[in-house]
């Protein structure tokens, strides 16, 4: 099968956009498809494009082989990832030139566009239109509920109308749907009126070779001095849906009361400034933040923790999705266990697998809580930890999510061909 995939974010970027784009494209490779990968050049979030992309930059265009993936990246506006206006030009930018640039690519058998962010779909389903070849349409965030939830508009803006129109014009055209949870599918059934059929769930998947069980990464540790400490860790981006007042919130009340607990935050994101200003102003001393890492150093981040916490703000539609984040230190093991504040999907998740504390989202002396009784119970951490690794090895490694996906575009062919016969 050839697969063109339509993705903005790809390595070296970081984050899980990227990250998913290159593990399936690699599984799917590995298994005997032809892949291409159109992207946009590396910049996100902080819209430097690293050295060495930077002449092909001004080129507008470049090829390149990533593992064993074709990928083709084009021109975009490199604008960091703060304010609404540039995140909109940068998302526009990539919309256009994607457009353009994928005319040039031999034509495949099927065009997968994902999100985030919207706009990739405009961009997706007009190659898929000009190659007269099924569209897929990878729906990876509810657009624009997502951004109501953070507090970007409202139902009656015009950024939200304007958005709204965008999908359910998507949703419309798309041959098939592919949504990463259950909770999604619902969604659009129910408030979109997408037709049940239309729809497949492919749920997030794990690297679980990248994300293996190891012992406490006592090297970092010594390098971070924290080597006598019980590390809670968020990793990952630091957005405005996130919540990481909480996680300040519960470093504050436990700075006197538990000073061998320390707080890691690790990665960028639009609200870090903000979240890095605030916590100087509470003068805490048991917090750190530390850059965004190579995915290839995340692992270890993980395993200098001793417990990692995933949240979300309180919001209805954040009870659909399952964190990325939340799978791939389930897979760490080895006394990893999750806290995590949000509802939903991925509370069931955590909840089946037996994998950590689930607390209400927002609620910063819940988490203080959780944190203090696994800093005080090194047993329950390490049972918890070999929980998540098992659940995930089951059902949520990236090999097995890939070979589903595999087998709704076989299924999409099928019937594509059947029709085209019917109607000759």
């Not at 504040?341 to 689930?358: E, N, T």
């Not at 490694?397 to 999409?412: D, P």
Request: aromatic residues 8%; glycine residues 6%; hydrophobic residues 45%.
């Amino acid at each position: 099968m050839k697969i063109l995939y339509v993705s903005q974010y790809f390595p070296p970027e970081m984050g899980a956009p990227a990250a998913r784009a290159a593990e399936l494209a690699q599984h799917w490779t590995q298994a005997g498809h032809q892949v291409t990968v159109l992207t946009g050049f590396p910049n996100h979030p902080t819209g430097a494009v690293p050295p060495e992309y930077r002449r092909a930059l001004r080129k507008l265009i470049m090829r390149e082989t990533v593992g064993d993936v074709k990928v083709v990246r084009t021109w975009l506006a490199p604008l960091p990832n703060r304010k609404a206006w540039e995140r909109m030009l940068n998302y526009t930018s990539f919309c256009i030139s994607s457009a353009i640039s994928g005319l040039f690519i031999s034509r495949p058998d099927v065009v997968i566009a994902t999100s985030p962010q919207l706009l990739v779909g405009l961009s997706g389903w007009w190659l898929a239109r000009c190659k007269r070849v099924p569209f897929v349409f990878e729906v990876r965030d509810l657009w624009p509920e997502s951004l109501t939830a953070v507090g970007v508009g409202d139902d009656s803006s015009m950024l939200h109308r304007f958005l709204a129109g965008i999908a359910g014009f998507l949703y419309a055209k798309a041959d098939r749907i592919v949504v990463v949870t259950s909770a999604f599918q619902e969604h659009l059934v129910q408030h979109w009126r997408v037709p049940p059929r239309k729809l497949a769930v492919v749920e997030n998947g794990v690297e679980t070779e990248l994300f293996a069980p190891r012992q406490s990464d006592r090297n970092l540790r010594r390098e971070l001095e924290l080597e006598h400490k019980f590390v809670v860790s968020y990793i990952g981006t630091m957005g405005m849906a996130h919540g990481l007042d909480t996680f300040l919130e519960a470093a504050q009340d436990l700075q006197a009361t538990a000073p061998d607990v320390f707080f890691l935050l690790v990665g960028e994101g639009a609200d870090k400034e903000r979240i890095a200003s605030d916590a100087g102003s509470r003068g805490l001393k048991n917090v750190r933040f530390i850059d965004q890492q190579p995915r290839m150093n995340i692992p270890a981040y993980i395993g200098a923790s001793d417990a990692c916490v995933v949240l979300l703000k309180r919001n209805d539609i954040f009870k659909t999705v399952i964190p990325t984040k939340m799978l791939e230190f389930m897979s760490m093991s080895c006394a990893r266990p999750v806290i995590l504040a949000v509802d939903g999907q991925a509370r069931k998740i955590l909840q089946q697998a037996h994998s950590g504390i689930a607390i209400p989202p927002e609620d910063a002396t819940a988490l203080a809580n959780a944190i203090t009784l696994l800093a005080e119970n090194m047993t329950l951490c390490h049972l918890l930890g070999q929980n998540g690794r098992r659940y995930i090895l089951q059902k949520f490694s990236r090999g097995k999510t890939a070979a589903q996906y595999i087998t709704v575009l076989e299924e999409l062919l099928e019937g594509t061909r059947k029709q085209r016969a019917n109607a000759a």
